[in-house]
């Protein structure tokens, strides 16, 4: 009775950052949630419908995957909301005892805009499994949420395009603010849940300023930036997300949600995020491509036909350490197996990444991993210019020698 009293009146989500880059705003940390520990930075594996594309719970702890990402939207579809209460929530309907988080419908307003008309109320969406309607609001939101059981789960935001201008930007930023008091209000879990509000405010500097403010004063246990990665200039991405970190608490999380190629996670944790999300690692694996620190490897070309090696000799991962990138060229889109060895090397891939990324903090030489990593993966020496001018902005010049820079 008293360890269960003690557990109840621990935080659901503690952060504790344990390293802090000299020269940039990266920074290692612990976050501390209910089902398991996080190290950060950390990039989730999304498994939208409960589950990843081609990857068995067993196989992502195997790769010591500590968190992944569901879809409120499409889970509370389907299944539905009354099978995962009946099921004990998300966990243990998919047998999955680390931890999850939970996006909250709010993007599904650009991907389904088709489907969707946005009032104050919420979302009306037309269901795209069999056309009937569905209305999402802040409230409904946040209950499918709390019967799901995610430990980190994000309120409800007006998600506009980033390519939108005029007073609709404007408008979502506010109503985020409003619906986040509704989703404060409405959740009941608050003891075993954490809900991350979501700074909006598309690329208007201002905006995305107020809107960090008015959430900052709300008593929260981390924060989202949101509405980014959807067409935006890299140029105009990387100053939006800088411009984010600088007001966020450094006490807390940041999560920025929908970034998963390698060299956005290394310029993003340069600028100060700790928490990541993407479908792309299993989504190119199903078009037969695997991640290297040079880029991708297209499986398909008949270059790997005869090559024996595999896809990586650094990859502990045991598609690595089983078949060669001839094998794989030989199944790659034609076997239904191929999908799932490549998304186990491609997850893999990232788990590594940022653990690497981690250590470099730790050590104290991240500028120096950043000038390798970019060296890698462009190999041709011509880095973009977006990504100069991103690294500059916290003191890493890639043209300078390999030393470490002075803050």
Partial sequence: MINKAISKMRSPLTFKVIAECSTTKARVGVMSLVHSDVDTPVFMPVGTQGTLKGVLPDQLINL?????????YHLGQRPGIETLRKAGGLHKFMNWNRALLTDSGGFQM???LQLAEIDENGVNFKSPFDESNCLLTPEHSIEIQNVIGADIVMQLDDVVKTTTKGPRVEEAMHRTIRWLDRCLEQHSRNDEQSIFPIVQGGL?????????KELTKRDVRGFAVGGLSGGESKDEFCKTVNLCTDYLPKHKPRYLMGVGFAADLVVCVALGIDMFDCVFPTRTARFGCALVREGQLNLKHSKYALDMKPIDDECECTTCSTYT?????????????SCSLLSVHNVAFQLRLMNDIRESIKANNFPQFVRKFMKQQFADGVVPTWIKDALNEVNICLDAPDVAETS
Avoid: M, W
């Fill in 204 to 212: 208007d500097p201002k905006l995305r300023e107020e809107c960090a």
């Fill in 325 to 337: 990138r001839s094998y794989l060229h030989h199944i790659a889109t034609f076997e239904e197996v």
């Fill in 64 to 72: 010591n995957c500590q968190i992944i990402l569901g879809n409120t």
């Fill in 110 to 112: 650009v991907s389904l």
